[in-house]
């Protein structure tokens, strides 16, 4: 009868002889699939020889020396397409020839020690298991880090296939490692977990299979690729491997602490099993030994010192981070502070009358005085070489001394206690700042200062020179808006201003003529009162009180023109009026629009002769009121209302002008909802119509209603 652990590795033997098979058929390359097949044809005797020994009851060791060699064949198939993806960097191909030779290494030791438990003169085999055990361990435990090597860092075309590769691998070889250390905290493999061992294989070996028939080759670029992994990657994996390491170490020497502890055995192998958790936890939060790491992985595996990508996003980060405008200088300066990890620093910033003020400080205490003209040769250096100066340097190496062609750093600079680097902002080839960043006393590792931590706070300092002068630009800005808007209102103030300075020299004028008539008497003392209403009025206005220049109130249009017509005497020809319907209502502040319609008339009766004739007109229009001021005036041509009418300061009065009234007029219209035409033709007089939105009264009182309540 056909017991269950034959059954599952025959199964899993015929399932990777087939996959052994489809390689050979595949398009991939001839390393590729050949590296491949070998893997899947030594999984395939391998499970064979577990089945002919579970059937006949065949020696042990042939089993045991095979899956080594098994693993060594994975092993060099995901070096194979490692070495595809490094391909254009000779320095990494190399590195992977180095360590698959460690692993072969490796392999002929677990042979050699597997061939000795076989021999005469070998230790007890329970000692001897378990370092074979181990040995599994650590070698499924290398199989998944290359595998996480290869998904974490494949490029998003092969994505496709190399997922089902790593899961299917992957899943093998976590089951091994869960085989191997359960064996090894019990001294021997378990049966059931061993006879399941093989249906875990075939059940992966139509993952891996779909995998093989997808895409895998790296594509050829003609630009190197100097590190695929991450740096972040490979410190990770290097702490996950190197703790795996530890407790593997850490098992077996508890496992002999118990065997030769005698009666302490079972708690003393307890006691040094805790101690060595506590230990790694200790070093695991170690930040000195985490900058190490970093140090030997940048030394050993990289290029470069830094991973550019990273750096770079972490410093984005931090300069975004926040509000637009809110700490944006002390964000520059943390940000430039990450690169060399930095606590802290001093940001100085290029004022109006060319000294540089200290603006903005992080985590730094130290007095900062204002940089002028006495420290110009330290300006100067930071301008034109656009170096970053090392002040532990400066001390201890008097050549670097040398080549700043004598420069004495400021007394202040020397009195700062925690100061180290001096990094310069430079934007457009100009100083605009600098960076006072603080040493840290207590770092974990003594920095190595070199030129590639220059050259990246160089750039840093640039694109943070560039967003600051943006800021500085951005207040400046707000600033001058708010100072048009002032000049803004003051022109039409002004503008207002004449109308009434004219309206009253008009009563000037005729006083001498009229002084004794009682009714001229009335008018006059009416229109020095409006007048004066109307100035009081505008001074408010220049004087921002947005309560009263921004007010607006449920406006009876047709009243409101009868108003201004009849109480306009400012010269001839007089207004005629024609209202074709009774009562229609606009939402508009009042004082704005009787000012707006009444510049309208007077430009109007600037236009016409004595003789002439101007006629105001309101109707309804659908959901809109339209006021029409129509005189027989010069007229324009139409290339002066495109390109002349509503500029400002265009005017074709000469010096009796501002050229702004009809631009307000316009621009108060827009801001209603409305919009105004003009029609005119010279020598037939012009047209200005007034499109205001209307409104319904009963709406009106019924939102001022429910706003005040």
């Known amino acids: ?48 020889a577990v089945t002919h020994r579970a059937l006949f009851g065949s020696p042990a060791i042939l089993v045991q020396l095979l899956e080594p060699l098994r693993d060594l064949a994975w092993f060099g198939f995901l070096f194979v397409m490692l070495t595809l993806a490094y391909q254009p960097n000779e320095r990494a191909s190399l590195r ?41 361990v650590l070698m499924s435990v290398g199989v998944l880090v290359l595998l996480e090597q290869l998904c974490r860092n494949s490029l998003p075309a092969l994505r496709r296939g190399i997922k089902y590769l790593c899961m299917g691998i992957g899943s093998m070889f976590a089951f091994d490692f869960f085989l191997y250390s359960d064996a090894m905290l019990f001294r021997q493999i378990t049966p059931v977990l061993w006879d399941a061992r093989g249906f875990i294989h075939a059940i992966v070996a139509p993952v891996i299979g779909i995998a093989i028939t997808r895409r895998l080759e790296w594509p050829q670029s003609p630009a190197p690729q100097n590190n695929l992994v991450s740096r972040r990657l490979v410190f990770h994996t290097t702490a996950l491997l190197g703790a795996g390491l530890y407790l593997l170490i850490m098992g077996t020497g508890g496992y002999y602490v118990r065997i030769y502890g005698g009666d302490w055995g079972i708690a003393a192998q307890a006691a040094f099993l805790f101690a060595s958790g506590l230990l790694l936890a200790i070093l695991l939060f170690s930040g000195q030994l985490r900058a190490w790491l970093r140090v030997i992985i940048s030394k050993h595996f990289f290029d470069y010192k830094y991973d550019y990508r990273e750096e770079w996003l972490r410093f984005m980060r931090s300069l975004f981070a926040g509000q637009p405008d809110s700490q944006l200088r002390e964000r520059a300066i943390q940000a430039i502070a990450q690169i060399v990890q930095s606590p802290g620093g001093i940001l100085w910033w290029r004022q109006d009358n060319g000294q540089f003020e200290p603006v903005a400080r992080w985590n730094m205490l130290d007095p900062a005085p204002n940089v002028g003209p006495s420290d110009g040769a330290l300006l100067r250096i930071l301008e034109q070489h656009e170096w970053v100066i090392n002040l532990d340097e400066q001390e201890i190496n008097p050549k670097l001394r040398s080549s700043l062609k004598g420069l004495k750093l400021p007394e202040w600079l020397h009195n700062m206690t925690n100061a180290w680097l001096v990094v310069p902002l430079i934007l457009h080839e100009q100083l605009f700042g600098f960076v006072v960043l603080a040493h840290s006393d207590f770092a974990p590792v003594k920095r190595h200062f070199n030129w590639e931590d220059c050259d990246l706070l160089k750039t840093a300092g640039r694109q943070a020179a560039s967003h600051l002068a943006q800021l500085e630009a951005a207040q400046a800005l707000s600033e001058a808006r708010q100072f048009e808007t002032f000049n803004r209102l003051s022109a039409y103030v002004v503008h207002d201003l004449k109308n009434l300075v004219a309206q009253l020299s008009l009563v000037v004028s005729n006083s001498a003529k009229h002084k004794h008539n009682p009714l001229f008497m009335d008018d006059v003392i009416r229109t020095v009162d409006n007048s004066v209403a109307r100035m009081n009025r505008l001074l408010a206005q220049l004087r921002r009180d947005v309560a009263i220049s921004t007010q607006t109130s449920c406006v009876d249009l047709a009243q409101l023109l009868n108003e201004i017509v009849q109480g306009d005497h400012s010269g001839q020809p007089p207004p005629a009026i024609e209202i074709q319907k009774n009562s229609i209502f ?38 809109f009121a339209l006021v029409e001021v129509e005189d027989t005036g010069c007229g324009m041509d139409e290339t002066f209302i495109r390109e002349s009418l509503f500029r400002p300061f265009k005017t074709t009065k000469g010096s009796s002008g501002m050229g702004i009234g009809a631009y307000e007029t316009r621009e108060f219209v827009r801001s209603l909802g409305g919009d105004v035409d003009v029609v005119s033709r010279p020598g037939h007089g012009s047209i200005f119509r007034l499109r205001l939105p209307s409104s319904d009264p009963r709406t009106q009182v019924i939102t001022n209603k429910t706003g005040n309540g």
Do not use: C
């Open 1 to 48: 009868m056909i017991t269950v652990e034959p059954l599952g590795y025959a199964t899993a033997g015929a399932f990777f002889l087939f996959l052994s098979l489809l390689a050979l058929t595949s398009r991939h390359s001839y390393r590729l699939k050949f590296t491949f097949a070998t893997a899947s044809l030594l999984s395939a005797i391998w499970a064979g």
């Open 586 to 623: 606009v939402n508009a502040n009042r004082d704005r629009l009787t000012a707006v319609i009444g510049h309208v008339i007077q430009n109007a009766r600037d236009a016409t002769p004595p003789n002439g004739h101007i006629t105001v007109r309101m109707r309804a229009e659908e959901k």
């Open 96 to 136: 992977l020839r180095r360590v698959f030779g460690w692993v072969a290494a490796f392999t002929a030791g677990l042979l050699f020690l597997t061939i000795y438990r076989h021999t005469e003169w070998a230790a007890p085999a329970a000692l001897t298991d378990v370092n074979l055990y181990a040995g599994h």
